[in-house]
């Protein structure tokens, strides 16, 4: 007798890219409201409350266990808020390349895993 098999969603590369791109962005957040403001307030607020917002956003409506199942172009929206904010953070902290680099790599693979979203 054959054991019931759980099926294993495969994770491919551009997944684990976007989870780093997710924690980049996070993290990207934090620093600036650190080093963008002066300390210890709005700093500190910015600081822990940028991040905290992003994750927020991102646990509600564009998580693989979102607590809202909402509509693809909804998540692609919370997606690129998330993403265009950490990008215009760090041209805002003096760091064009960093910017560009990370919003096309962020791009590249939102477009990648949109079509991937709508072809099944």
Do not use: Y
Not at 81 to 101: D, H, R
């Amino acid at each position: 007798m054959n054991a019931p098999s759980t099926a294993q969603p495969k994770i491919g590369f551009n997944d684990l890219l976007r989870f780093v791109l997710e924690l980049f962005a996070i993290v990207t957040l934090g620093i600036f409201g650190f080093t963008a403001f002066p300390l210890p307030w709005p700093g500190v607020l910015v600081g822990i409350g940028a991040p905290l917002f992003a994750i927020l956003l991102w646990a509600l409506f564009r998580s693989p266990k979102a607590v809202f199942a909402v509509d693809p172009f909804v998540k692609a929206l919370v997606e690129i808020a998330v993403f265009s904010s950490a990008a215009i953070a760090w041209w805002l902290m003096g760091q064009p390349i960093v910017a560009f680099v990370f919003a096309v790599v962020a791009a590249v693979s939102g477009v990648i895993n949109g079509r991937r979203e709508f072809s099944a």
